[in-house]
Nanobody, 129 residues
Framework: VQLVESGGGSVQVGGSLRLSCVAS????????IGWFRQAPGEEREGLAC????????YYANSIRGRSTITSDSALNTVYLELDRVERGDAAVYTC???????????????????????WGQGTQVTVSS
């Protein structure tokens, strides 16, 4: 499984960003793909996830209401859009994948990095005023 992120860069406060995660080496519809971020000195934070087997989406409270996670099965790509960007959104954003079978386990937590099996390298997002 390979995950490649893109779309990072510099964004102004109040602006929007759209990150992409292209997945290969897997059956896209059999996987859930999530987004995480990590700022310097902070723990990795789970943000959102989409289960491509049924389209169910999950959002962390920190970005709920100003974010959208979508999936394009024709391109094997998951997108994370974040609006009304804040300074606190500056971080390395990474996507991760897990077989959808795992998401039916009652203890599975989309915000827990240990609940994912494959990871991308990340894309840096900086926020300027």
């Amino acid at each position: 499984v390979q995950l490649v992120e893109s779309g990072g860069g510099s964004v102004q406060v109040g602006g929007s960003l759209r990150l992409s995660c292209v997945a290969s080496g897997l059956v896209f519809e059999d996987y859930a793909i999530g987004w995480f971020r990590q700022a310097p000195g902070e723990e990795r934070e789970g943000l959102a996830c989409i289960d491509n087997s049924d389209g169910q989406t999950y959002y962390a409270n920190s970005i709920r209401g100003r974010s959208t996670i979508t999936s394009d099965s024709a391109l094997n790509t998951v997108y994370l859009e974040l609006d009304r960007v804040e300074r606190g959104d500056a971080a390395v954003y990474t996507c991760a994948a897990v077989p959808s079978l795992h998401t039916s386990i009652i203890s599975w937590d989309f915000e827990a990095d240990v609940d994912y099996t494959d990871w991308g390298q990340g894309t840096q997002v900086t926020v300027s005023s």
